[in-house]
C-alpha cells in the first residue's frame, strides 16, 4: 500500500515560472512522442510536471450536460452534507433557479452545516442586495469577488470558477453558473426548452474534491473571508477509478500552464479532439496546435456557437475560421440552443471539463478552475454527447465560408483585432 500526503496549497505555486521546454508551443512535442499516447504512463507524469498539482487516483465521475440534472444532483449533495458546503459562482441570480440553491443551502445552514458562498461582484450584478443580505440572515457566510468599490484597480480581474464542494469528498464543476437559463432543477420550474442553454457540468466523488476546496479557499481569502483550515490529504494510491487534476488559473498563477497542459492534451492524441468552446477567440498558438494535430492525421473538430449571447466574441472567433478550416480542422455551429459549455475530449479517454473559454480574458484576468479526467467510460460518454450535438449543428465548409459578404469578412477582421479587449 503505497501512501501520498499532499499539503493544501494552491497549485502552480504564485510567481512560477514554466520551463521553456513545458511551454505550449514545445510541449506537443513531446507528447507526440510517447509510444502510447494519452494512456502511457509518462504523459500523466508529464502534466504533473507541468502545473505541479497532483493526479488524484481513485474518483468516481458523473457527466451531466442538462441542467435540470445538473443542479438536482447539487441540491441533493448540499442536502446530504454533514459538515461544510462551499459554493463558487460568477453568476450567482436571484431568479427562480436562485432561489431554489438558495433555499438547499439555507437547509443545510440550518441543522449546523458550515455554508459559504463566493460569487464574483461583476458577474453577479444584477443580483438584487436584499437576496445576499437574506442568505446571510438564514446563517450562510457571503462573499463578494472583487467590488468595483472600493476595488476598482482590481476591477478587469473577475472570479469565472463554478464550484461546489460538499465534505470535501465530493465536488462539481463546468460551465453553469446558478441562473435559470442553465436550465434549473426541478424544484425551481426553471429551465424551459426554449430557453435552456447548452453547458455541460461534471460531479467527482474522491480524493480530487479536496483539491477543489483548496482552489476555494483562495479565492474566499481573497475576497475577505475568514481563511479555512485545510489539513494535509493523506491517500492511498490505487488503480481503480477516474483519475483527476485540477487544472486552476488567476491573474499571476497557472495561466502558462493550463495553455500547456491543453497543448500537451493535444499533442498525444492519436486519433480524435474533439472541442466544445463558447467564446472562442484563441491566440495564433492555439490555432498552430490545431491545425498541426489535424495536418498529422488526427480528427479535430471544434463546436462553437452559432446563436450566441456574445456577438462581437463570435465574430473574433470567425476571424481565425479560415485559418483552421485550410490545416484541416472541421468547425461545427451549434444551432439547437445557445452554448455555454467548455470541454474537451481526446481519443475518449481524456476529458477536460470547466470555466474556461479559448479567448484573452480567460487566459489572463480571470480565475478559472477546470478538470482533467483520464477515464475511458466518461471520455465515451463524452464522445456521445458531442456526437449529439453535432447533430443539431451546422458545419463551415471552406467553399462557403470564403463566400462570405463583406460585411461579415470586415467584422470578423474587427473583432479579431479587437479579441483582447473583450
Known amino acids: 500500500m ?12 504564485p510567481g512560477r515560472r514554466l520551463p521553456r521546454i513545458f511551454r505550449a508551443r ?18 500523466a507524469h508529464l502534466l504533473h510536471r507541468i502545473d505541479e498539482s497532483p493526479i488524484h487516483s481513485g474518483n468516481r465521475a458523473r457527466l451531466f450536460v442538462r441542467g435540470s440534472d445538473a443542479f438536482t444532483a447539487m441540491e441533493g449533495a448540499i442536502a446530504g452534507a454533514e459538515r ?18 438558495l433555499e438547499a ?3 443545510a445552514a440550518g441543522r449546523g452545516v458550515e455554508v459559504r458562498v463566493l460569487a464574483d461582484a461583476i458577474g453577479s450584478a444584477g ?6 443580505r437574506l442568505m446571510r440572515r438564514r446563517g450562510i457566510e457571503v462573499k463578494l469577488f472583487n467590488p ?22 465530493r465536488a462539481f464543476t463546468g460551465g453553469m453558473n446558478i441562473g435559470e437559463e442553465y436550465g434549473g432543477s426541478s424544484r425551481s420550474g426553471a429551465g424551459s426548452p426554449d430557453r435552456t442553454w447548452r453547458d ?6 474522491g480524493p480530487v474534491a479536496w483539491e477543489m476546496a483548496v482552489v476555494f479557499a483562495e479565492g474566499w481569502a481573497h475576497a475577505g473571508g475568514t481563511p479555512l483550515v485545510l489539513s494535509p490529504l493523506v491517500v492511498e494510491q490505487t488503480e481503480e477509478g477516474a483519475r483527476a487534476l485540477v487544472l486552476d488559473s488567476r491573474p499571476g498563477r497557472g495561466y502558462a500552464e493550463s495553455a500547456s497542459v491543453l497543448a500537451a492534451i493535444v499533442g498525444a492524441a492519436r486519433r480524435r479532439v474533439w472541442l466544445t468552446n463558447a467564446y472562442f477567440a484563441p491566440a495564433r498558438t492555439a490555432l498552430d496546435i490545431l491545425g498541426a494535430a489535424a495536418r498529422r492525421g488526427v480528427d479535430v473538430r471544434l463546436l462553437l456557437q452559432g446563436r450566441s449571447d456574445a456577438p462581437l466574441v463570435r465574430h473574433a472567433g470567425h476571424g481565425c475560421y479560415r485559418r483552421l478550416l485550410r490545416r484541416g480542422v472541421r ?21 477536460v471539463i470547466g470555466s474556461s473559454n479559448l479567448d484573452f480574458r480567460s487566459f489572463q484576468f480571470n480565475g478559472e478552475c477546470n478538470l482533467v479526467l483520464f477515464d475511458g467510460t466518461l471520455g465515451a460518454e463524452m464522445e456521445e454527447a458531442f456526437a449529439a450535438d453535432l447533430e443539431q449543428s451546422e458545419e463551415i465548409l471552406l467553399p462557403a465560408w470564403r463566400a462570405r459578404g463583406p460585411l461579415h469578412r470586415l467584422g470578423d477582421r474587427v473583432a479579431r483585432q479587437l479579441s483582447p479587449l473583450l
Open 26 to 43: 514545445r510541449v506537443g512535442r513531446l507528447a507526440a512522442a510517447f509510444p502510447e499516447g494519452l494512456r502511457d504512463p509518462a504523459f
Open 331 to 351: 468547425i461545427f455551429e451549434y444551432q439547437a440552443a445557445v452554448l455555454h459549455a467548455k470541454t474537451m475530449v481526446a481519443d475518449a479517454y481524456v476529458s
Open 200 to 205: 455541460t457540468h461534471v460531479c467527482v466523488a
Open 84 to 101: 461544510e458546503v462551499l459554493l463558487e459562482s460568477y453568476i450567482f441570480k436571484d431568479d427562480a433557479t436562485g432561489q431554489a440553491v
Open 2 to 13: 503505497k501512501l501520498r500526503r499532499w499539503r493544501p496549497v494552491v497549485r502552480p505555486r
Open 127 to 132: 443580483t438584487k442586495r436584499e437576496f445576499w
Open 148 to 169: 468595483l468599490v472600493p476595488f476598482l484597480w482590481y476591477g478587469p480581474f473577475r472570479d469565472h470558477r463554478k464550484i461546489l464542494v460538499v465534505d470535501r469528498q
Open 105 to 107: 443551502l439555507a437547509t
